[in-house]
């Protein structure tokens, strides 16, 4: 597996994996990306970075961060990872280069939101594992039966 920056070739591959889970991924989430990439493309500021995850020259993941402007803080954004390459520890190795970039940056923590909702409490379960505390849960914060938990992880304790 490598890990290497987005290229705007690999945005449909990306927005497929996206739409292998259509319970964490809804249409209204997906539609986020092609902006988010858009001015990540186009801007050469620190506010937003995107890698992918591939395995013999096939995208496999993808996460990223954006700045948070309304919680002062870097926010882990489109954390999937391609269905059949699931349980192989390529969302662990994403996420743990973007929390070592942001150490790079010098940030102290990170924030990270993920629907709450029954069906998904296997990526709850994920980020609780791999270091995240969970600090709030907000009922129907997207749509009703969409809820939003709230993750945080302090990146100085490595």
Same mark, same amino acid.
Not at 84 to 93: E, F, N, P
């Given at each position: 597996m490598h890990i290497r920056r987005l290229q705007q070739n690999d945005q449909q591959d990306v927005i497929h994996i996206f739409e292998e889970y259509?319970?964490?991924?809804?249409?209204?989430?997906?539609?986020?990306?092609?902006?988010?990439?858009?001015?990540?493309?186009?801007?050469?500021?620190?506010?937003?970075?995107?890698?992918? +995850?591939?395995?013999?020259?096939?995208?496999?993941?993808?996460?990223?961060?954006?700045?948070?402007?309304? +919680?002062?803080?870097?926010e882990i954004v489109g954390v999937v990872v391609k269905n059949?390459? +699931?349980?192989?520890?390529?969302?662990?190795?994403l996420i743990s280069s973007i929390c070592d970039r942001l150490r790079e940056l010098n940030e102290e923590k990170v924030i990270l939101y993920t629907l709450g909702h029954p069906g998904n409490e296997g990526t709850i379960d994920f980020y609780r594992n791999i270091g995240f505390d969970l600090i709030k849960e907000?009922?129907?914060?997207?749509?009703?039966?969409?809820?939003?938990?709230?993750?945080?992880?302090?990146?100085?304790?490595?």
């Open positions: 259509p319970l964490q991924f809804p249409s209204f989430v997906v539609a986020r990306y092609p902006v988010r990439w858009r001015e990540y493309f186009t801007t050469s500021s620190y506010k937003s970075e995107y890698y992918i +995850a591939e395995e013999d020259g096939i995208v496999c993941g993808h996460t990223g961060f954006i700045y948070n402007d309304e +919680a002062g803080l870097y059949s390459a +699931a349980r192989k520890g390529i969302g662990r190795a907000e009922q129907d914060f997207f749509t009703e039966g969409y809820h939003r938990v709230t993750f945080m992880k302090i990146l100085n304790g490595g």
